[in-house]
């Protein structure tokens, strides 16, 4: 690949597809995330046009490098009748509520998937940081949609990487929901290590702490009202300590926003600063970094917590106030959820949460002690 000028410097991988683009109105991602975090982080000066590239749509053959051909079709010829007949919708779990049909149903996450695929060339190149917040769809699996993802744009990413020749990636999820398709996909390849936190208890219902699919997968589900604190001890008392015992040569980061306290999707309590310092401390672990996106059902909050999470790669405090222009870009989106009519003057005039700490409490110790237990053995 020909060297790139700004590629020592963190890469911002987006797309213009995501602008306007809806599952529908009823739809929790009827919202604009990846736009919004765009915006917001051209807003404050912190995305020159240098570090951004536009991500490329995945070919058939780089999607069926861990799909199906017949579903990968299937999902494009959704797209171009903008309807399923009923052996599709219940093969494939296209055309439901929770995977609806939609304009850019294969475009948009083919696209999420080819940014996945490109960043991990960058980092076989020159990049050592790349950002993708497009491509944290970690539920789909080979032959299905799940979880209002398509392609699994991760596995895609992390294959790429394992095509490359880099023979350990750790994956580590921060989104509310457990990272299933991911884990599944890589539970017995030595040179995958995963690392889920999501609740407890909630969609789609694995993930336990016994669990450790094969061997190759450490799960930490954590109880509701899960805070600040709670997920600052997680980072030291396991998700470090893990990713130092792997010595991996590429961290995959997930960083879904649907744990923060003001998403409809979960019942977590964390604010975006347990977000950016989970982050700001990981991002050590290995010399190759590629973050990623995930949930995040609140475009005030999601938008806030990813630019953040882009000024934090840089090595910028994204606690400071937003400038007119960020401001504007907050004050200009709408949501439909009764939350949404009327929101808190905070969502326009903060990019950082009030910080939201508390008690340790014993299921939380629990679950590390359980995980921790035999360390990588």
Known sequence: MTSHPSFRRPLFLGSEIYRGSSYGPKHPLSIPRVSTAIDLSRAMGWLPDEVYLDSPMATPGQLTRFHTPDYIEALRRAEEAQRVDEETRDRY??????????????RRPAISAGAAILAARLLMDEARTVYSPASGTHHAWPGRASGFCYTNAPVLGILALLDAGFERVLYVDLDAHHGDGVEAAF?????????????????PFTGKAEDRAGGMARNLPMPQ????????????RALLPLGRAFAPEVLVLQTGADALAEDPLS????SNHALWDAVRSLMGLAPRL???????YNPWTVGRCWAGIWAVLNGIDPAV????????????????????????????????????????????????DIVMEGGLS
């Open 225 to 236: 009202g899960f805070n600040d604190s709670e997920m600052a001890y997680l980072v030291e």
């Open 267 to 270: 019942r977590l309590e964390l």
């Open 187 to 203: 539970a017995e390849a030595p040179r995958v290590l995963t690392i889920s936190v999501h609740e407890d208890g909630r969609w």
């Open 321 to 368: 106030p937003p400038t007119p222009e960020a401001e504007r870009v907050l004050r200009a989106l709408t949501w439909s959820r009764a939350a949404g009519r009327n929101p808190p003057e905070h969502w326009f005039t903060t990019l950082a949460d009030v910080p939201r700490p508390g008690p340790i409490r014993g299921r939380v110790r629990e679950v590390v």
């Open 93 to 106: 779990n296209l055309g439901r509520l929770e995977n609806p049909i939609y304009a850019e149903m294969y």
């Open 290 to 296: 590629l973050v990623v996106g995930g949930g995040g």
